[in-house]
């Protein structure tokens, strides 16, 4: 056993490979159209986040994420449902958010990418100002986000091509 892992780590560490290793025969089991749009939701690969309360924060886990779920035909109640998708989106938050140096900045541009920063009339200018960096770098992280996730432009962000001819015209004059 690794020195610096206590036995509660080992054993998690033991069964998350246990985990990844069951995932990924379930994987090798779809077609390839299954796993394209496993891909697109983030989910071609096992992901154990041990977070030290015994629980695994992977979202594949949810009852919304399945490739055949039906929900609205499955005779659920709505509030089962509201629950269930409230609980989905609290671990796609957390999944976005929990490694980053400072959480509140990468919710305002998950918030901006998303288009809701915009509703409230803030402007990345703004949230840069307010956490201390540069528009750029929210800009920048903005736009990963919205690449990540295939998210539509919103139409308070520039679009791509605007930001590839920035790029270049930039670099020329520097």
Sequence with gaps: MNRNMNLAQHTQAAKDRQ???????????????QKQKLAKLGLAKAECSYIGNGRTHDISELPLASLEANLMDDGMPRETLEIAAGELLKEFL??????????????????????????????????????GVTRATVSKRVREIKRAYHLPTSEYMKSESACDTYKLTNRTRA
Aim: with cysteine; hydrophobic share 35%.
């Design 94 to 131: 957390y999944r976005i958010i929990e490694d980053k140096d400072n959480p509140r900045l990468e919710a305002e541009c998950i918030s901006l990418a998303f288009g809701f920063g915009a509703a409230r009339g803030q402007t990345q200018t703004q949230v840069a100002k307010q956490y």
């Design 19 to 33: 985990y990844e290793q069951a995932y990924n025969q379930w994987l090798s089991s779809l077609t390839f159209e």
